[in-house]
């Protein structure tokens, strides 16, 4: 056996609690696997992404020093929490109150020794904000005969977000780990610092919730038809595509060759309806009614002479788009560069253009453009 008292110095209690812990490692070590595929899988299921998930059995040096400090708070191994330990960090402090609420349903929580350091400053002072849980894994999520203690070890869980754990491991490189007492003005700016990325930690949970707040009013306008009222944006171009405006027209076209559609993302049209001055989704949808009887007309007749039997879903708008452009007075010059912008540049894209511009002359909604001038 392993003299630790030697080897670090300790008492025969805490060289006991080593000889403990070496002799119990395979099975510290199958803790820690069940612990980190348990989290993986809860993450998982429950759809929340993390920046980091880590797990770790204490090192023999590790240990070996907190014995050393504190070792006269322990008789046996089973007396420390932190033996296996795993770590949770999020981007948002919301993020950290949603995960802990799961862990309570899925752990055997330990509240006696669970600790929540977000609530443990003076008013006056910034510090290691952090949530730990000191838990048990229940038999109902994993038991097995060859280590029964895996359900009675206690593990400790912390929960942080990523600008605290930011600040804790600058903390405890600059602090803890050298064991040197801090010069009052150095500490003085490392309070400063906390208090920035505290402050910066709740700034960046607030802006998310407005973000989701505004989300959530753009769908509920979108829903209601009060296109007037919503800006054209990314976001709110994402939720107007949700309603399928294009369909009705797609489903006509392609009824033409009684061709078979195939899906692809009308997103980057977004740019080219910015291009054509369109800055609310009430001014794209009535777009879409006034000209989708003329964009079925140009699409008849390029289809009309040829055996197409696949057409890809972007055909409605783009064929909106061209329509639109060439009652504008737009020409070759202008189809091809919402073609390059689409499609990226390409010598193909104003032979592509001069052939609508063509087509287009044929149809009656060009001639009724002659007219109306």
Request: aromatic share 10%; proline share 2%.
């Amino acid at each position: 056996m392993e003299n630790f008292a030697d080897k670090y110095g300790l008492d025969a209690r805490s060289s006991m609690i080593m000889s403990q812990y070496v002799g119990m490692m395979p099975l510290f070590k199958r803790m820690e696997e069940v612990l980190s595929k348990e989290l993986e899988h809860f993450l998982a299921q429950n759809n929340i992404y993390v920046t980091a998930l880590e797990t770790r059995v204490k090192t023999e040096e590790s240990l070996a020093g907190k014995l050393d400090k504190k070792g006269f708070k322990y008789d046996t191994i089973f007396d420390l929490t932190d033996i296996v330990g795993a770590r949770v960090i999020t981007f948002y402090t919301d993020e950290v109150d949603k995960i802990a609420a799961m862990v309570d349903r899925i752990f055997e929580v330990d509240w006696v020794n669970s600790i929540d350091k977000r609530k443990m400053h003076q008013l006056d002072s910034f510090g290691y904000n952090s949530l730990h849980y000191i838990c048990r894994i229940p038999k109902k999520m994993f038991f097995d005969p060859q280590y029964p203690e895996i359900n009675e070890i206690r593990f400790e869980l912390q929960m942080r977000t990523a600008l605290q754990h930011v600040w804790a491991t600058i903390n405890h490189d600059i602090g803890y780990k050298t064991g040197i007492e801090i010069p009052v003005e150095h500490l003085r700016n490392i309070n400063r610092l906390a208090g920035m990325l505290e402050l910066a930690d709740e700034q960046f949970s607030a802006i998310r919730q407005e973000f989701n707040d505004y989300r959530r009013r753009v769908q509920e306008l979108v829903s209601s038809g009060n296109f007037n009222d919503v800006p054209l944006n990314g976001d709110t171009f994402r939720s107007y595509l949700e309603l399928r405006p294009f369909d009705k027209l797609l489903k006509k076209i392609a009824a033409v060759n009684q061709a078979e559609i195939h899906n692809s993302s009308v997103t980057p049209y977004l740019n080219v309806l910015f291009d054509l001055g369109f800055k609310t989704l009430g001014e794209v949808d009535r777009m879409i009614h006034e000209n989708s009887e003329d964009a079925y007309q140009l699409a008849t007749f390029q289809l009309a002479m040829t055996d197409l039997d696949i057409i890809s879903s972007t055909i409605a708008i783009q064929d909106l788009c061209e329509v639109y452009i060439l009652k504008h007075g737009g020409g070759v010059d202008a189809l091809t560069e919402m073609f390059d912008k689409v499609n990226g540049k390409s010598e193909g894209n104003s032979m592509r253009a001069e052939s609508v511009v063509n087509a287009a002359k044929q149809l009656s909604f060009m001639n009724r453009k002659k007219l109306e001038k």
